[in-house]
């Protein structure tokens, strides 16, 4: 193998957020118009340069007088006014008020001089005289002093005074007494642009072709990288896919370095482009520290490129995320002049007891459920980093102290969500995929299901970490549960359209040379096919396993529901295990085996949580779901 | 006046709402790029259309083998596999792997034809011929089992399943798992347009001249509701200013109608330009309500316009935002498909009794301020709803039901915060405005003032609600409070540059008929005046009143501390009562009369408030912003 680093001397995770602390991120302020300050944060204090509001100014409908031509008016003894005009709001006054003399006023108007207060036009009375068309005085029927009813020039924000300080984040109300202010346009915080350069020879960007026989992957960190710094109140820009080219990433790494406040290399597992990018940061900037002892993220180089930070994340998504979460992303908010927002952390209690001893930090990927008493409880996803489904079936991580040996259950941590928009899982299925769950799902509000098979899910069921499980088929684990409600569907041989090779049942597979995808051993199916099978030797008077050795394919088993009947459907397999369902939506021809039950069981202690409440309901409810997938019956509680 | 309407028969908020929830604001769906996804709404289920990964991937760096081959390997006694080739991530294996045969391969490659397993390079070693310069065989000192350190094809998604459900929010996480699968767009809820019309001859927009004779005013309500809009999750679309016209505000109201999912309309708060739209939504369109049992916005109207819905906000911008905030955004958050977020309220405890019994709905506006126990404490901020400040000087609303007659003090409310994004203050600070305190200000992290004054402060300090007082010049109430420091500062009279009345002091406002402006009776610095004026009174042997009657302009108080220079500066004023220090930077000429005491005091049970220490801690030294202007003194406690 080549000369890769081996990291051998970890540094402390504190000194590598000091590292990071130590980079500066934090552009030049700039000028935005204040359309689009909202979230911005305020470069320098604002004073006010003009009053607010800007003139004497009327603040009910009325009648504008001398306030002490009012004194002793009442409602028994009104007293008369002359009328000498009206004064609209927008337009400048072309009267002036002597005494006894009153002006029709309208809210917002500019008292018209001479006058000093307004009267309420409820307590007055336009008296026209018998042969005019429009009124010629107003009787009066209550006193009010002057200043009444009116806002005095610079009474809201007086000229000079200081309306809001530097840092203030810029919300609706900013915006405005801003805009009162008459400023159209306002001095912010910069924000810091994150240059995001994806590595490695073997990603390619969403949207284009894949070749998985070249085992290409699509890039899952640029776009994931760029919406963390989004969030943390950055600006991304992602560079063209770099592979592991020398000269190539030099020119990438540094071109990024001069548009960016910060670099961000991130993408491959592959050793060599990890390899190339250190180097092109130790040739060409300042590397000051190379990797972290933290689980995941050991990698990790952090560094300066010509007048840009540089931050090197580990490959694996769910990694790279983590990395950025903890020690990149507040070093953004921080140069962004942004708080972590308060819904980003949640606290739970561990849902089971789990061991460390990692002798480093670990920030371990955790999923939340809710308890029937509504906590929240807190379990480790852990599909192994170079899972992307880690992403969404984890919440968030739990940073676990190098010392600690392990989180006891009802250990109460902290969990830093992958966004502050995350939400907890309103239920949590575990189970057996099925085309009719899928449909009954997209029903429930941020409903999380792991499609983990019906004897895994039973198992997790019985670990009372999930609210419900999902069982299709025969079953041999005992948990108590409570039944919801299910279905049941048409299970067999999936076979190309036409049926080329004329299957016709279970005895083909084993009596002639064909090509078989089965399931995994989870898959609620596959017990059902186990079944059949065993039900065959039987009737051959023969053994399951001689039976099983003899079907070519038997013992690979798929994960996903659809896998074998894809795999018949791109020509890489004769028969694959299926639902009825599956062979029509994907246009195959179908040998039907047998019909399984699915049921839906759960948790005793969750069986009054909303969300499953919601799934019960849906389940008695939704017979159109079952009615529209060919073999599949509704068969409720 | 007009025939405006008085909406006798209010409605019931809650029939207001259920009105609004009736209306359609939802757009149809729409495709976006994922690299713009964030934020959004998916619209419909995604499930995944391919494998990830798509091909058996060595998870580690290694030697690719068959796994039996291994069996039987340890440390003390490794077997040898000849090497066939090297598999790099991202190319395609061009060899096989026979027994008793080895592939060097990079984590991420394709597993080549014939390997089953992974032997990791930390287990292994290299061996070269004597003669050769590559090696060509390696020592494997560990077993493998078949698929240890392989993750199949499928495993992490497979092909078929359920990815995303309808109506998931994306954040980062869900991004990834999109780029996983390739899609490089996205079916997201569509954003809602919201067209926001602002009516009333008196509103110009920021940025543009102010007329503030013709009774002029900035629109505060476009930019603040627009900046509401799009918190919730809308899209704003400011339509140009509307005046009063009928035939134009139908023009621009329909225009908008056609455009957006909902019209606002919003501004002003004259009765003619409420009716004009009043009478076109009734004429073209159909006007569900008008009118709801709630202060403040009793005059808003409902209805639809076109395909749109309408709404028409109060024309007071503290009214129109928390309309918008109570009614309109959950409505626009709906139609987005997105939550309230978390952080839109807050719990608190009245700080004092407050009164009711309005026998409606009161939305009423409150401040936030901590208590010595971090308690947060809620406070009524009524300054009339035509004030611009309540909006930074509340932080949300609270709602007190009709039949409430009063809040008790330390009574449990609930704030609706003005947005989110609202904190509440580190510090509330009240009492004299100075341009010293501002600079101190802005060296603390989101403190809160109020230039009520220096009497009016410690009035308020002794209420104990807010930290501290600011109190400048002679002070004639005893308040128990903490000295935390403070300064002095020079005073006197402000005069045009060059000083053309050669005005010499005191006697010459009392002697001459010059146009004076003084300050309010809340200021510090008129007591040091009044305090002036009664030592001149004793001098001449006659009463304070004689001499104050005898000043043109004595009684008119100022709210601002710039207020009299800047009428001096604009030629309206000969004299004006400041500051050495603002005559100074507005370039007047300044007669001094004498030096006052400025000191901040601090309610004895919040000195140990952080807020309350960092401002000690910048009282003690920040003597630069002392030095930086002109007659002040640090003077500290």
Redesign the interface.
């Known amino acids: ?1 080549s000369d890769r680093k081996q990291f051998r001397d970890l540094a402390d995770p504190d000194v590598a957020r000091e590292a990071i602390a130590s980079l500066d991120l934090a552009p030049d302020s700039e000028t935005v118009p ?2 689009e ?3 911005r944060v305020l470069a320098e ?1 604002i ?2 340069d ?6 004497d ?1 009327a ?1 009910v ?1 009325g009648y504008a007088v001398r306030g002490r031509d009012t004194f002793g008016a009442d409602e028994a003894d009104p007293i008369e006014f002359d009328l000498v005009g009206t ?6 006054p072309e009267i002036e008020v002597g005494a006894g003399e009153a002006a ?1 006023i ?5 008292m018209p001089a001479g006058a000093d207060a307004v009267v309420m ?1 409820e307590r007055t009375e ?1 008296l026209t005289d018998a042969d005019a068309e429009t009124p010629s005085a107003v009787a009066v029927r209550n006193a009010v002093a002057p200043g009444d009813n009116v ?12 309306a ?22 306002v001095p912010v915080r910069g924000t810091p642009t994150i240059g995001i350069v994806s590595t ?9 072709e ?19 710094v ?2 943390a109140g950055g600006q991304a820009k ?1 560079y063209p896919h770099a ?1 592991d080219d020398y000269a190539e990433m030099e020119r990438l790494l540094l071109e990024a370095a001069d548009e960016c406040d910060l670099v961000l290399s991130s993408g ?5 482009a990890v390899d190339v990018i250190y180097r092109v940061v130790e040739e060409r900037g300042e590397l000051l520290l190379h990797g972290v002892a933290v689980k995941p993220g050991k990698p990790m180089l952090i560094g300066e490129l010509g007048d840009s930070a540089y931050v090197g994340l580990p ?1 694996y ?1 769910v990694s790279a ?1 983590t990395i950025f979460r903890t020690f990149v992303a507040p070093a953004i908010r921080e140069a962004a002049a942004l ?1 972590e ?3 980003a952390t949640v606290r739970g209690r561990m849902a089971r007891r789990e061991r460390y001893a990692e002798g480093r930090l670990r920030l371990m990927p955790a999923g939340l459920v809710t308890d029937a008493d509504g906590e929240t409880l807190v379990y480790p996803v852990d ?2 980093s ?4 880690s ?2 079936e984890a919440d968030g991580v739990v940073a676990v102290d190098p010392d600690t040996e392990y989180l006891g259950e009802g250990e109460e941590v902290e969990v830093q969500l ?2 502050p ?3 907890a899982p309103t239920l949590l299925a575990v189970g057996e ?1 099925d085309p009719a ?2 449909r009954l ?2 029903r ?4 999380r ?1 792991l ?1 983990v098979g019906s004897r895994e899910g039973l198992r997790r069921l019985s670990n009372t970490i999930p609210d419900v499980a999902v069982v299709a088929g025969p079953v041999d684990r005992d948990v108590e549960t409570v039944d919801l409600g299910g279905w049941t569907r048409e299970w067999g041989l999936v076979v190309p359209a036409g049926n080329p090779e004329r299957v016709d049942g279970l005895g083909d597979l084993v009596d002639r040379d064909l090509a078989f995808v089965n399931r995994g051993r989870d898959a609620g199916i596959r017990a059902s096919l186990d079944a059949a099978i065993e039900d065959l030797a039987t009737e051959r008077d023969t053994s399951r396993r001689e039976l099983t050795d003899a079907i070519r394919g038997y013992g690979v088993g ?6 074998p ?2 795999a018949v459907a791109r020509g890489s397999a004769d028969v694959g295990l299926g639902l009825r369902a ?1 062979a029509d939506a994907l246009g195959l021809d179908f040998v039907p085996l047998g019909t399984e039950p699915v049921r839906v069981r759960a948790n005793p202690d969750r069986v009054e949580r909303a969300g499953v409440e919601e799934l019960a309901a849906e389940l008695e409810t939704a017979s159109d779901v079952f009615a529209s997938l060919s073999g599949y019956d509704h068969d409720a509680a």
Not at 214 to 223: A, F, K, P, Q
Not at 268 to 272: Q, V, Y
Not at 386 to 389: E, S, V
Request: charged share 25%.
């Open positions: 193998m204040l359309a300050a909202r979230g204090r004073d006010a003009l009053d607010v509001p800007g003139f100014r603040s409908d004064v609209h709001a927008g337009t400048e029709e309208s809210t917002g108007a500019v036009v336009e806002m005095l020039a610079g009474t809201d924000v007086a000229a000079g005074a200081r809001l300080g530097p840092g203030t984040r810029l919300t609706p109300r900013e915006i405005g007494l801003l805009s009162a202010l008459g400023l159209d346009e490695g020879d073997e990603l390619v960007r969403p949207g284009e894949l070749h998985s026989e070249r085992g290409e992957i699509y890039d899952v960190n640029s776009y994931t990288i760029a919406a963390g989004e969030e992602l592979g491959s597992t592959s050793a060599s490959g998504p995320l708080p927002p308060q819904t599909k192994g170079g899972a992307t489904t992403l969404v992958f966004s928009d995350v939400r995929d769950l899928s799902l997209d429930l509000d941020n409903p299901f499609p798929t994960k996903g529901f659809e896998s009947a894809r599956t």
